[in-house]
């Protein structure tokens, strides 16, 4: 006969009713009563609420281990790359955001310059030079277009560099 034991006193019940009122296995119980989470006050005999406050300490604070951890494992993973950062400037892989603008500027400032010039060597026939500048000063417009769509997407400022502004790409010829 497979009848459920009997309890011996109001409010005490065994490992099998403990297990299944938590929905847990009647070892994991008895692992959670040795490691001192539900305390025994006999052999197999608990109190009902002792075994469920107990299991709710260890779920509260299993919950607040994972937390803890989670946040260790991100702060580790922020050094990680923060040192990895540092090692690619030393190795010259990497450089300051402020360098990088500066030498862009730079590079563009340059390319503005010979595209200005670009018109008078080219002939000495004024028609064809207004042509020839036009065509210059598109080409300056869209590619200012297209530094200013760059900025917005990838640029961690959101704003393009000076040399590159559509509303400062100045003028062609005079």
């Known amino acids: 006969m497979a009848e459920e034991p009997q309890q011996k006193q109001p409010g005490v019940i065994n490992t099998e009713q403990a ?10 119980v008895r692992q959670l009563a040795k490691d001192g989470w539900i305390p025994k006050i006999d052999r197999d005999s608990y109190y009902l609420v002792d075994v469920v406050q107990g299991y709710l300490r260890y779920r509260n604070d299993a919950e607040r281990r994972a937390t803890k951890s989670g946040a260790d494992a991100r702060v580790r993973e922020a050094r990680a790359e923060e040192i990895n950062l540092r090692v690619g400037v030393r190795a010259g892989q990497l450089m300051e955001h402020a360098e990088h603008v500066a030498l862009i500027e730079e590079l563009v400032g340059h390319v503005r310059a010979e595209l200005g010039g670009l018109p008078a060597r080219l002939t ?36 393009p560099v000076a040399a590159v502004n559509a509303d400062n790409a100045g003028s062609m010829g005079g």
Request: zero cysteines.
């Open 124 to 159: 000495r026939d004024l028609p064809e030079r207004r042509r020839i500048e036009k065509a210059v000063y598109e080409l300056l417009q869209r590619l200012a277009a297209r530094a200013q769509e760059m900025a917005r997407v990838g640029g961690p400022s959101g704003q």
């Open 19 to 28: 297990a299944r009122l938590l929905m847990i296995g009647a070892e994991r």
